[in-house]
């Protein structure tokens, strides 16, 4: 059962609080904690500013995001991680060997990283975005039926 999902990218401030966002908005009713975190996270920062935006015309506020770094407990408290990069998920292998089989690609179905757009242009936060959704719409059919199963 995935009761706890785990979005994880590099800081923190644009991905993983973008997929975090999406994905805790497609479930209707009781659903999964969805939380985020970075393998490098500046403690405490905010959201990108073109990440709040993007998100805020999708009615995701993200406005009271800050940043924190991903920890072993954290990991461990989590049935599902979707990391941003295959480096990611090496690095959270790393730090808790045990979750092999629970960490997982976030564009896992499609064998992509999702770019970093960290100080590109508002037209990569745009691209990053549109893969994040379509990569969650490939998760979306496995956190269903894993979350119907124990909701019944």
Do not use: K, Y
Request: glycine share 8%.
């Amino acid at each position: 059962m995935f009761d706890r999902v785990l979005c994880v990218c590099t800081g923190n401030l644009c991905r993983s609080p973008m997929a975090q966002g999406l994905l805790a908005a497609r479930f209707e009713g009781p659903g999964p904690i969805v939380e985020s975190a970075g393998t490098a996270a500046p403690a405490g920062a905010p959201a990108v500013a073109d990440v709040i935006e993007l998100m805020s015309a999708r009615g995701i506020d993200l406005t009271e995001h800050r940043a924190r770094a991903v920890t072993p407990d954290l990991l461990r408290g989590s049935d599902l991680v979707l990391a941003a990069e295959q480096a990611h998920v090496r690095e959270l292998l790393r730090l808790a060997p045990t979750l092999r089989g629970r960490v997982f690609r976030l564009g896992h179905w499609r064998d992509l990283d999702i770019p970093d757009p960290i100080r590109g242009p508002r037209e990569e936060f745009e691209r990053c975005l549109a893969r994040i959704e379509a990569c969650l719409g490939d998760w979306m059919p496995h956190l269903q039926s894993r979350s119907a199963a124990h909701h019944d």
